[in-house]
């Protein structure tokens, strides 16, 4: 039987929309939970990271148990998507769970890129959209002019009658309230977020599902345990999906296995209830099917017919992961050997499906969908406990049919103020990029480029120098394009320390007019490792441990203070961009520490050697 009473909707937005705030709302106002049951804000946002950095990284799903005020029960399945280009590949996964889309919009900002990013999916899969206007508390806000931008990207990405016609909602997430009267929303009359749950109600479409053909559900994300294994997380199309019942599991090129679902759950709340059946059109979590992977379809065993299947994002990046083999080695991590760091990475794509490793003995090559997609598991792994050391990113060529070199181009959106136009033209133009629309305001020109991946490594870290930390920059993958030409590297050289031991203030004294530091004074350094970057172009070595001569002679500046600059201190992902090819990261769960790939000064010099003689 086809169930009225389920909505499933996804929450789709630009970075920093919105998004988790809207959620948390929706389940505290809900009236399914306990006071003080639900603590602290961005509740969906459970993983340490994504409460630093304050986005959202995987997506996720709950399930809201909701009465209206006719006293009518629905079951609201919830997901809330990630915004970030380098996770847009789980977005279009899960938006293919829902029925509509709750787009959210900044009521400042507007229409950013990933908005229409993330709007073009939806539509392209025939979504109801929901515009929700939010941070209506803002005091720039802008309704009306915004809810003229979205009407004009619907227009432009020719949405079908049912999206123009999309209701709008006004809402402020950190205040928790929501109203379909754009007047109470300006006058700050609305008191709560029930206007949301109605809409929600009365605009998301029950889906016209076969609910008494033979079973099919298709596994659109995994999760993973360490106690079942893979969970198979999905949706019912047709019939009902049950537990311990034989079921054909179809993959995406065709293959067929006979297995059965050892424990079946429903979502509810933030968590999810076991269940014997899942009714069609609901979501659910399925553990003890072994293999199981995105794409499958779990279908009748008599009858096993496959949905379509299901399309994963390619890398576009790169880097080698190896051991740690500093001489510093094993004093900070738990998890320190070869076996170790394959066992992580092996269990890291039970449930990272962009992921690719590949073995070659004693290193790894990594490819993903982006500097930050890499960066978030070499954090999440140095978080654990693991020591490592990484190569370079680099960007993953291919060929077209007429074996012409090709490489992954970014569409890449740029906001700076208008007196920064001239460095940052500078920026951009070395990176072999090509300006597609600009578009001045007041204050600030948004320029839109496309732009090869390889041209934006690095390139954060330059604009913010560049505009005095005031530029917003927003990129995603468009498509593989002909090979641009090369791109100049790191324009400065580096400090490499000769000798092992800690660093002095009478050494930093002595090289603070020969470029900026890395480390300070009382710092533990190994000869081979970078301490710093030089003034020119070259690297060069340098004593960073050398200790003051004494004497039997009295100085009259013996007393004297010392006063040196601070040292610049990178983040992880900030060394990932700064390193050239002959250097590698060191990554331990206390040091992020830059060296070169040979320690020893003749080693390097044989390897540029060799390196002069091959080009």
């Given at each position: 039987?086809?169930?009225?009473?389920?909505?499933?909707?996804?929450?789709?937005?630009?970075?920093?929309?919105?998004?988790?705030?809207?959620?948390?709302?929706?389940?505290?106002?809900?009236?399914?939970?306990?006071?003080?049951?639900?603590?602290?804000?961005?509740?969906?946002?459970?993983?340490?990271?994504?409460?630093?950095?304050?986005?959202?990284?995987?997506?996720?799903?709950?399930?809201?148990?909701?009465?209206?005020?006719?006293?009518?029960?629905?079951?609201?399945?919830?997901?809330?998507?990630?915004?970030?280009?380098?996770?847009?590949?789980?977005?279009?996964?899960?938006?293919?769970?829902?029925?509509?889309?709750?787009?959210?919009?900044?009521?400042?900002?507007?229409?950013?890129?990933?908005?229409?990013?993330?709007?073009?999916?939806?539509?392209?899969?025939?979504?109801?959209?929901?515009?929700?206007?939010?941070?209506?508390?803002?005091?720039?806000?802008?309704?009306?002019?915004?809810?003229?931008?979205?009407?004009?990207?619907?227009?432009?990405?020719?949405?079908?009658?049912?999206?123009?016609?999309?209701?709008?909602?006004?809402?402020?997430?950190?205040?928790?309230?929501?109203?379909?009267?754009?007047?109470?929303?300006?006058?700050?009359?609305?008191?709560?977020?029930?206007?949301?749950?109605?809409?929600?109600?009365?605009?998301?479409?029950?889906?016209?599902?076969?609910?008494?053909?033979?079973?099919?559900a298709l596994i659109t994300t995994l999760d993973y345990s360490d106690y079942v294994g893979r969970i198979g997380i999905g949706r019912v199309f047709a019939g009902t999906l049950e537990a311990r019942k034989p079921l054909a599991v179809i993959t995406r090129d065709g293959k067929k296995t006979l297995q059965k679902v050892s424990q079946l759950f429903r979502f509810r709340g933030l968590g999810r209830e076991e269940v014997e059946r899942v009714d069609v059109g609901d979501l659910f979590a399925a553990v003890g099917l072994d293999p199981v992977d995105i794409g499958d379809t779990l279908a009748d065993a008599e009858n096993p017919t496959a949905l379509p299947a299901v399309a994963i994002d390619e890398p576009t990046l790169h880097m080698t992961f190896r051991f740690n083999d500093s001489p510093f080695a094993g004093r900070d991590g738990k998890?320190?050997?070869?076996?170790?760091?394959?066992?992580?990475?092996?269990?890291?794509?039970?449930?990272?499906?962009?992921?690719?490793?590949?073995?070659?003995?004693?290193?790894?090559?990594?490819?993903?969908?982006?500097?930050?997609?890499?960066?978030?598991?070499?954090?999440?792994?140095?978080?654990?406990?693991?020591?490592?050391?990484?190569?370079?990113?680099?960007?993953?060529?291919?060929?077209?049919?007429?074996?012409?070199?090709?490489?992954?181009?970014?569409?890449?959106?740029?906001?700076?103020?208008?007196?920064?136009?001239?460095?940052?033209?500078?920026?951009?133009?070395?990176?072999?990029?090509?300006?597609?629309?600009?578009?001045?305001?007041?204050?600030?020109?948004?320029?839109?480029?496309?732009?090869?991946?390889?041209?934006?490594?690095?390139?954060?870290?330059?604009?913010?120098?560049?505009?005095?930390?005031?530029?917003?920059?927003?990129?995603?993958?468009?498509?593989?394009?002909?090979?641009?030409?090369?791109?100049?590297?790191?324009?400065?050289?580096?400090?490499?320390?000769?000798?092992?031991?800690?660093?002095?203030?009478?050494?930093?004294?002595?090289?603070?007019?020969?470029?900026?530091?890395?480390?300070?004074?009382?710092?533990?350094?190994?000869?081979?490792?970078?301490?710093?970057?030089?003034?020119?172009?070259?690297?060069?070595?340098?004593?960073?441990?050398?200790?003051?001569?004494?004497?039997?002679?009295?100085?009259?500046?013996?007393?004297?203070?010392?006063?040196?600059?601070?040292?610049?201190?990178?983040?992880?992902?900030?060394?990932?961009?700064?390193?050239?090819?002959?250097?590698?990261?060191?990554?331990?769960?206390?040091?992020?520490?830059?060296?070169?790939?040979?320690?020893?000064?003749?080693?390097?010099?044989?390897?540029?050697?060799?390196?002069?003689?091959?080009?």
């Open positions: 039987m086809q169930r009225k009473d389920i909505r499933n909707v996804a929450i789709i937005a630009h970075v920093d929309h919105g998004k988790t705030t809207l959620v948390d709302q929706l389940l505290r106002q809900s009236g399914q939970f306990r006071q003080g049951e639900l603590m602290g804000d961005c509740i969906m946002d459970s993983n340490p990271l994504e409460r630093e950095r304050g986005i959202t990284i995987l997506a996720k799903n709950c399930a809201i148990e909701y009465t209206d005020r006719r006293g009518s029960h629905y079951h609201i399945n919830i997901v809330d998507t990630p915004g970030h280009a380098d996770f847009s590949g789980e977005v279009e996964r899960v938006l293919m769970m829902a029925d509509g889309v709750l787009l959210l919009v900044d009521a400042s900002e507007g229409v950013m890129p990933q908005t229409r990013y993330v709007l073009l999916k939806a539509l392209a899969l025939g979504l109801q959209p929901l515009i929700v206007i939010n941070k209506m508390d803002r005091p720039d806000a802008r309704a009306k002019e915004v809810h003229e931008e979205v009407f004009s990207l619907l227009i432009e990405l020719d949405a079908e009658h049912h999206a123009m016609e999309a209701p709008i909602i006004y809402a402020a997430g950190r205040s928790g309230w929501a109203t379909m009267d754009l007047q109470t929303a300006l006058d700050g009359k609305a008191t709560d977020i029930h206007d949301l749950f109605d809409a929600i109600i009365k605009y998301v479409p029950v889906a016209p599902l076969n609910a008494d053909g033979p079973v099919q998890y320190v050997t070869s076996r170790q760091l394959r066992e992580r990475l092996m269990k890291e794509l039970q449930s990272n499906v962009a992921l690719r490793v590949e073995d070659r003995g004693d290193e790894f090559d990594i490819a993903g969908r982006g500097l930050l997609h890499l960066g978030i598991l070499l954090e999440n792994m140095r978080r654990e406990g693991y020591e490592l050391i990484v190569g370079k990113p680099e960007v993953i060529y291919a060929t077209d049919e007429k074996g012409h070199k090709t490489e992954p181009i970014e569409r890449l959106v740029i906001d700076v103020p208008t007196e920064v136009v001239g460095p940052v033209m500078q920026l951009i133009g070395d990176r072999r990029a090509e300006m597609a629309h600009m578009e001045t305001t007041d204050r600030r020109t948004i320029f839109e480029f496309t732009v090869p991946a390889r041209g934006l490594i690095g390139l954060r870290s330059r604009l913010l120098t560049a505009t005095g930390g005031e530029v917003i920059m927003h990129h995603r993958f468009e498509s593989y394009g002909l090979y641009r030409g090369d791109i100049g590297g790191r324009l400065a050289g580096v400090m490499i320390a000769t000798e092992t031991g800690r660093v002095t203030g009478y050494a930093l004294e002595g090289l603070a007019e020969r470029g900026t530091m890395f480390v300070e004074p009382g710092e533990e350094v190994y000869a081979g490792q970078v301490v710093g970057e030089h003034c020119k172009d070259n690297d060069i070595t340098v004593n960073a441990v050398r200790k003051k001569p004494l004497t039997n002679i009295r100085s009259a500046t013996k007393e004297a203070t010392v006063t040196l600059k601070a040292a610049r201190r990178m983040s992880l992902e900030g060394a990932l961009e700064y390193i050239e090819p002959d250097e590698y990261v060191e990554i331990t769960p206390s040091f992020v520490r830059l060296r070169k790939m040979y320690l020893n000064e003749n080693d390097r010099k044989r390897a540029g050697r060799g390196a002069g003689a091959r080009a």
